[in-house]
């Protein structure tokens, strides 16, 4: 109800289609610093994971096709399947996340990283016969590696500051 007159002839700002836009797009400028950080570091994870998915299905198909060592082959297998669950886990995918729980904590995906890292450095060739390939490894484990412990240690970084 109104008070005498209260109200009536009051000035109302009205928002224009122009103003909103203009401060629409201001907000949508500048995107948060943080998540372009975490944007870039994921994709840098993606493709380090993948780098370990070829180093692994390299020395897999070596192993399988010269008999040498059935298990390197194997373990090469299980290698693979477990990077490619890296990549899929670094997606967010919602059928990951809601199954497999741990990986919605930097921890675990950290753990899973280190783990697949150690998996891809694990039985190299150092018979002299493919050294490429062992310096792919190489490179391919370490950057996992740096990953996975950025995970593990900037958990620990966030609890002290909050």
Known sequence: MRRGGEG?????????SSSST?????????????LSLCKC????????A????????????????HQSDIFDGIFRCYAVFLACFVV?????????IKFWKVLEYWVGRGML????AVMTRAFPDY?????ELVIFQGIACYMLLACGS??????????RTN
Not at 8 to 16: F, G, I
Not at 88 to 96: G, K, M, P, R, Y
Not at 127 to 131: A, D, H, I, M, V
Request: aromatic residues 10%.
């Open 22 to 34: 203009r401060r629409l797009s201001l907000r949508t400028t500048r995107p948060d610093p943080f």
């Open 150 to 159: 950025i995970y593990v240690v900037s958990v620990r970084l966030l609890k």
């Open 8 to 16: 009536e002839n009051m000035a109302v700002p009205q928002l224009t």
């Open 50 to 65: 993948i780098l370990c998915i070829a180093v692994n299905v390299l020395s897999a198909i070596r192993s399988f096709k």
């Open 127 to 131: 018979s002299g016969e493919r050294k």
């Open 88 to 96: 899929l886990a670094e997606t967010e995918w919602n059928f990951i």
């Open 113 to 116: 990283q280190i783990f697949v």
């Open 41 to 48: 570091f994921s994709f840098v994870v993606v493709l380090s």
